[in-house]
């Protein structure tokens, strides 16, 4: 098993059995850890523009905890598309949420059935960009929007990058929306620190609770090396957390 499963299969299972022991309140903040921050949902969520019973793909969407704040927030239907069955099933017992398992590259479902579409974070884990953009493309109806958290390297990495990343560059990024199909409309640097202070004792608390119940696995390690490598990089500048969203062609 790589330290990718361990990171986004084992420890997703592990963050659904904490949250539901630590209660109502810790799930949704958990659920959105490494997946950016409130403010930058909120930030993607206006900028997307969906009105109340749209229907918005999460590709990559992990244990939900973003899908499940936006179908708060804004009423919208969100569809979340995952790889990972541990997280998969955290999705669908912690939030209820339509959950399905499949790659980004071949999405499970109908050309033009998605109001909006958002990836957060997924970008950097594979080397087939091109194919997960274009997947993004099919699933949208013509001019609908897609946001992305997109962690960015524009310069050498002065420490290790964590297993199975690949980060674009900013003109990679840019070049590879154009070649899918999408033109840029907006973009930003996240704060990744902007949490109310709520949310993130919350996140902390169930952090906490499963590194009591799983410290000694080896597994949690590998996760915990993986996350510090990304905090390491973030921390020095190395990478830089860039929100987009871009539109579809007609």
Not at 148 to 164: K, S, T
Not at 217 to 224: E, F
Request: glycine residues 12%.
């Amino acid at each position: 098993m790589s330290a990718m499963d361990d990171e986004f299969d084992v420890v997703a299972a592990w963050t659904e059995e904490a949250a539901r022991a630590l209660g109502p309140g810790h799930a949704v903040p958990a659920g959105c850890r490494g997946s950016g921050s409130l403010g930058s949902l909120r930030w993607l969520a206006d900028r997307l523009d969906l009105r109340p019973g749209a229907r918005l793909v999460d590709s990559g969407s992990g244990v939900g905890g973003p899908a499940a704040w936006l179908a708060g927030d804004r009423q919208v239907q969100p569809v979340c598309v995952e790889p990972m069955v541990g997280a998969v099933h955290a999705s669908r017992r912690l939030f209820g949420l339509p959950t399905v398992l499949g790659a980004a590259q071949a999405l499970p479902l109908a050309d033009r059935t998605a109001d909006g579409a958002w990836c957060l974070g997924v970008l950097c884990t594979t080397d087939d960009k091109a194919g997960a953009l274009a997947e993004l493309h099919r699933v949208l109806v013509p001019g609908g929007r897609l946001g992305l958290l997109v962690f960015v390297q524009d310069g050498p990495l002065h420490a290790p990058a964590p297993e199975g990343n690949v980060f674009p560059s900013s003109a990679e990024l840019t070049t590879q929306l154009a070649e899918a199909g999408f033109a840029v409309r907006e973009r930003a640097v996240a704060d990744l620190h902007d949490n109310p202070h709520e949310w993130a004792d919350a996140a902390d608390a169930v952090e906490a609770e499963v590194e009591r119940r799983h410290g000694d696995d080896a597994r949690w390690a590998r996760a915990q090396e993986q996350s510090g490598r990304m905090g390491t990089l973030l921390g020095s500048g190395d990478l830089e957390p860039l929100l987009v969203v871009a539109q579809r062609s007609a």
